[in-house]
């Protein structure tokens, strides 16, 4: 009996310095999984983290995210069983015109999130899907790039960020170390 409620206890302090590791406007990586219509393309979810003092969650960990169905750009709790790690990827990219990417102040990003409830827009898989919503809630600007699966060469960006460029950015922060959005097995 003293293991289990010892196992109990280490699990929930792991799910704790897991959840408090996030922070307002984290985008969240979920594990790459393969599309519902074309089982050979994978993709990745992004999410973007609010926290636990959302009005209608109190307590409870939530996220803003962008899925295909009605409605389309909705809160939900946080759910640490699908895995997600905090991966900001375009932190300290500089674009063409010499923009340094950083997350927004807490206000524009809450400015973004309720325009986005306003006018989600219709879900097009290479023009308005959840890493657009998630870039455009931290960064100001809709990029997807679909980094490393099959869906890396559809990719659209705009604003000045070359796909190219980006992923040669995101490449070497991962080389360099600074960098670490893979999910743990």
């Known amino acids: 009996m003293k293991c289990v ?12 310095v ?5 922070q307002f406007g984290d985008m969240l990586y979920y594990p790459p999984k393969p599309h519902p219509m074309i089982k050979t ?8 983290y609010l ?23 909705v ?6 069983s699908e895995r997600p790690v905090v991966c900001n990827y375009l932190d300290g ?3 063409e015109r010499k923009v340094v990417y950083q997350g927004g102040s807490v206000e524009d990003m809450k400015g973004r999130i309720e325009e986005l409830q306003k006018n989600c827009g219709k879900y097009n898989v290479l023009t308005n899907n959840c890493e657009h919503l998630a870039t455009y809630v931290r960064y ?16 659209i960006s705009g604003h ?5 460029h980006a992923l040669k950015f995101i490449k070497q922060q991962k080389a360099d170390k600074k960098l670490n959005c893979e999910i743990p097995l």
């Not at 409620?5 to 704790?16: H, R």
């Not at 926290?51 to 750009?73: M, Q, S, T, Y």
């Not at 809160?75 to 640490?80: G, I, P, S, Y």
């Open 160 to 164: 000045h960020v070359t796909r190219l």
């Open 93 to 95: 990219y500089v674009d």
């Open 51 to 73: 926290g636990n003092d959302f009005p209608g969650h109190k307590g409870k960990e939530v996220i803003f995210e962008r899925l295909n169905e009605n409605p389309a750009c």
């Open 5 to 16: 409620i010892l196992l109990a206890a280490v699990f929930l302090l792991v799910i704790t």
């Open 75 to 80: 809160f939900k709790e946080l759910d640490m």
């Open 140 to 155: 100001g600007r809709k990029i997807s790039l679909q980094e490393g699966l099959s869906g890396e060469g559809l990719s």
């Open 18 to 22: 897991v959840i408090d590791g996030f």
């Open 41 to 48: 393309f994978q993709y990745r979810h992004l999410a973007i």
